[in-house]
């Protein structure tokens, strides 16, 4: 049973270049989160999604975007990087209000 | 103002006990997690308490909830080495499943 997997577990950028993160869980739930945890700040929400299809916004969501075209993966991406998106990375997932799993983070330098 | 707030920092010595604490602003919080992040990894739940009860125990750790002054504390007994992490307070309103993370405390743990 992996619970919550993220890839990759560390990425550097150059300002302006794009990526992707992926999470992927296996226990079926129906909810999923991205965080960023910066130094001070705790974990901030960029973005959940409550089913397979679907995607909010959260308190950060301002230069990324998310998809979530099947139930167990959810993408976060950058189109643009910037430095102030240097972070570290936090997938979650959780079944209807139950206590969330994590996955152990994407650390991503953006120079 | 945060919802959630914890002290940044708790240092103690080994075999003492450890007492975090957090307190919230929401009285409609339904349930209220501790969870534990240590270095490089993810968080991992600790323990969680519903809104109903005043007090849990789990082995080495006790959850205490004063409802009148929306504080919820993790005392830790026979702190040890391996207890050192962060430590996130979270609360989760009734009907929403997403979590309100406070900004953790780093509990440092010396010989």
């Known amino acids: 049973n992996a619970g919550v997997t993220q890839t990759p577990k560390f990425r550097v950028l150059k300002t302006g270049q794009s990526m992707t993160l992926l999470c992927a869980q296996d226990m079926n739930h129906e909810y999923m989160y991205w965080y960023r945890q910066d130094p001070g700040m705790g974990l901030r929400l960029i973005h959940y999604?409550?089913?397979?299809?679907?995607?909010a916004k959260g308190e950060v969501p301002d230069g990324y975007n998310v998809s979530r075209l099947k139930k167990q993966n959810f993408l976060l991406g950058l189109e643009s990087a910037a430095p102030s998106q240097t972070s570290v990375y936090f997938c979650?997932?959780?079944?209807?209000?139950?206590?969330?799993?994590f996955g152990n983070g994407t650390r991503l330098t953006v120079t | 103002g945060e919802d959630v707030e914890q002290s940044l920092f708790l240092s103690v010595r080994e075999g003492d006990s450890s007492v975090i604490n957090c307190t919230y602003t929401?009285?409609?919080?339904?349930?209220l997690y501790w969870y534990k992040q240590e270095p490089g990894a993810g968080l991992q739940l600790l323990t969680y308490i519903f809104s109903n009860m005043d007090m849990k125990q789990d082995q080495r750790l006790t959850v205490l909830l004063n409802k009148k002054d929306k504080h919820l504390s993790l005392r830790i007994a026979d702190t040890q080495t391996g207890d050192s992490a962060i430590y996130f307070c979270?609360?989760?309103?009734?009907?929403?499943?997403?979590?309100?993370f406070g900004r953790g405390t780093s509990l440092i743990v010396h010989p």
């Open positions: 999604s409550v089913g397979e299809g679907t995607t």
């Open positions: 979650a997932s959780s079944y209807n209000g139950e206590p969330l799993h």
């Open positions: 979270a609360e989760t309103l009734g009907g929403s499943y997403i979590p309100t």
């Open positions: 929401d009285s409609s919080s339904t349930y």
